[in-house]
């Protein structure tokens, strides 16, 4: 997930993302319009992205769009 994709998909939302110390976590504060506040940290974007979120699904497997052949 993204700044941008959490924006779009929750406009009511505030959303704050930072690290202050260099090498330190990385923070997620998101405001939630009922004045509910939720903070996450992450030793990366992405860890705290999952932190907040949950681990995204893993890919559909792509078809098998092979043809068959005489040589398989």
């Known amino acids: 997930m993204t ?3 959490f924006r779009q998909t929750r ?3 505030g959303i704050a993302i930072y690290a202050y110390g260099p090498g330190g976590p ?3 504060e998101v405001h939630a319009p009922d004045g509910a506040l939720a903070s996450v940290q992450g030793a990366t974007e992405e860890d705290a992205w999952i932190a907040l979120l949950g ?3 893993p890919p559909e497997p792509e078809p098998d769009t092979k043809e ?3 040589f398989d």
């Open 3 to 5: 700044l941008d994709e």
């Open 11 to 13: 406009p009511d939302y």
């Open 26 to 28: 990385v923070t997620i």
């Open 55 to 57: 681990a995204p699904a």
């Open 68 to 70: 068959e052949s005489v």
